[in-house]
């Protein structure tokens, strides 16, 4: 490993306005995403980065934190800095559920209930993503989501028990949510509108995702709706900024119905239709 960032470390370049520390940062990304420095594999230490690039403690340092809050690193407490493993990818829009995408990835899903339960008082944004009525019942699960025995997002799951009154009696640990509606109910996810928005993870969140208070994150929420166009479930997720990255691909080289994207204000609001 030395070797590959001794090569790297000859094309620092202290006569260029990029700030060393960016420039060391850089290098280090580039040789973790092609694998040369291999994921769990541990970094050297901060002495033999200091000595191999001929800078400063400091500029050493925020190379390494930046890397770590951008996710390609991970330290263990007594044992040192480590690099992290690919992140996984969030294709959107999907109908699939969580443990279909990170099944579909290779990796393990898992959940664990935090919480579960018919709500009183669902609360005004709930009824309305779900077209319910002030009385009408909902049925909310926490529930926080692993890959391999990683914790990856905290997601609050609320839907119509009117629809689905057996829900009480499943256990959803480490159920597909999707697979169920489907194999009880005879209900196929057909739509989707999903919004992603930027956030920082609060003291509660951050402690059930194992980072940092002030982490990034992204807050997902997703309206699902069935064929006969009920609105079946409402979802809020808060995804770790760290270990996940979203994409979507458009194809307007035809013109035809599909995925669409439309710009409203600092948004993109997504909207996906499977019958398409």
Do not use: W
């Amino acid at each position: 490993m030395l070797d590959v960032l001794k090569t790297q470390a000859t094309r620092l370049n202290k006569d260029v306005p990029l700030p060393l520390y960016y420039q060391i940062k850089q290098q280090l990304k580039e040789a973790i995403e092609a694998q040369v420095l291999k994921p769990d594999e541990a970094l050297p230490s901060e002495r033999e980065l200091i000595d191999l690039y001929g800078v400063s403690r400091p500029t050493v340092r925020q190379a390494t934190e930046e890397l770590m809050n951008e996710g390609y690193l991970y330290r263990k407490r007594g044992l040192g800095t480590f690099i992290a493993g690919p992140k996984l990818k969030q294709e959107l829009p999907s109908v699939l559920g969580f443990t279909e995408r990170m099944s579909r990835q290779g990796r393990v899903p898992t959940s664990r209930i935090i919480s579960k339960g018919r709500l009183g008082s669902p609360g005004e944004n709930v009824l309305e993503r779900l077209a319910l009525k002030p009385n009408d019942k909902v049925y909310q699960i926490k529930r926080l989501r692993l890959a391999d025995n990683e914790p990856i997002q905290f997601e609050t799951t609320n839907l119509p028990l009117e629809y689905f009154p057996k829900l009480a009696e499943i256990d959803l640990t480490n159920l597909s949510l999707y697979q169920f509606l489907r194999d009880e109910y005879g209900l196929s996810v057909t739509r989707l509108r999903e919004t992603l928005e930027p956030v920082v993870l609060g003291d509660y969140e951050s402690k059930l995702l194992e980072v940092t208070k002030g982490s990034p994150a992204m807050l997902v929420q997703i309206s699902a709706f069935a064929a006969d166009g009920r609105a079946i479930e409402y979802s809020q997720a808060l995804v770790r900024g760290d270990r996940c990255q979203y994409y979507l691909e458009l194809d307007t080289s035809q013109n035809r119905t599909g995925p669409t994207a439309r710009v409203v204000h600092n948004h993109v609001d997504l909207i996906y239709n499977s019958n398409s």
